[in-house]
């Protein structure tokens, strides 16, 4: 898959990365270094996360993204180490939310919302004052295609993920006046961890499974684009774009 990159330049750019320590985050972490930018990796994965700083001559701190103060603390160690922060990837996330039937589970439950959706509302929270500080920058959140379609196999994910959509639509023209651009990358299954317990009856059904190299291309797309609020899908075989949202009806 090819595209377009050629508007972002990573030289003397600060990212930080949420859920960097392997899969896509840890992907999109090695691009941008490549690119000349400084990596922040976020993680609960301290031993994971230290290794690929090291890697990249960046920086680790572990970062719950369930709890605010840790996302203001992982935006302080960009400000702190790095003079600032220009992209902020809130990448962490887990599957396995489960459904509302008797398979309920109000643990899994909340684990799943909390770390899909809270962890973006916290995290946004925390990089808007170091990128204002910066004149501009780039939140990008990692959704799903189960945030655009139904996901009977696992509702709560689908929900939470719907949710990031939504919030990233209504983000997206609230803060673009000031320069920052806030957009959501929408990646169907990629093959990273996360697809653990449900690989076998993807291959057995014949789903393709996204490479993540797929998914670093497109999220390179959105920060090379000058668009805000959009819902950029990424599945097999095609070249990612934003979501083309039908309006809602008006009144009569």
């Known amino acids: 898959m090819s595209v377009d990159r050629s508007g ?14 392997n899969g896509i985050g840890a992907a999109v972490a090695r691009r941008l270094a490549a690119g000349g930018a400084r990596l922040v990796i976020a993680d609960v994965d301290e031993r994971g996360g230290a290794a690929l700083a090291d890697e990249l001559d960046g920086a680790f701190v572990r970062c719950d993204v369930r709890e605010p103060a840790d996302s203001e603390a992982a935006v302080a160690v960009a400000v702190d180490r790095f003079g600032g ?29 909390s770390i899909n959706l809270d962890g973006v509302v916290y995290g946004a929270h925390a990089a ?11 939140i990008v959140a990692t959704a799903s295609m189960a945030g655009l379609t139904a996901t009977p196999f696992d509702p709560v994910y689908g ?26 990358l929408c990646p169907s299954f990629a093959d990273t961890d996360i697809l653990e317990g449900i690989r076998g009856h993807l291959r057995e059904t014949g789903f ?36 083309r949202f039908r309006g809602v009806p008006g009144p009569r």
């Open 8 to 21: 972002f330049d990573g030289t003397g750019k600060v990212a930080l990365i949420t859920g960097g320590a």
């Open 85 to 113: 922060l220009d992209v902020a990837f809130l990448n962490a996330g887990v599957a396995g939310g489960g459904g509302v039937g008797d398979d309920f589970d109000p643990v899994a439950y909340r684990r799943a919302m």
């Open 128 to 138: 808007l004052p170091a990128l204002r500080a910066r004149g501009g920058g780039d």
């Open 159 to 184: 929900a939470n993920k719907a949710a990031v959509v939504g919030l990233v639509r209504a983000l997206g023209p609230t803060y673009a006046p000031e320069g920052i651009r806030v957009n959501a």
């Open 208 to 243: 393709p499974i996204l490479e993540v190299a797929d998914v670093v291309e497109a999220f390179m797309a959105i920060l090379a684009g000058d668009a805000a609020g959009e819902a950029w899908y990424v599945v097999p075989g095609r070249p990612p774009e934003p979501f």
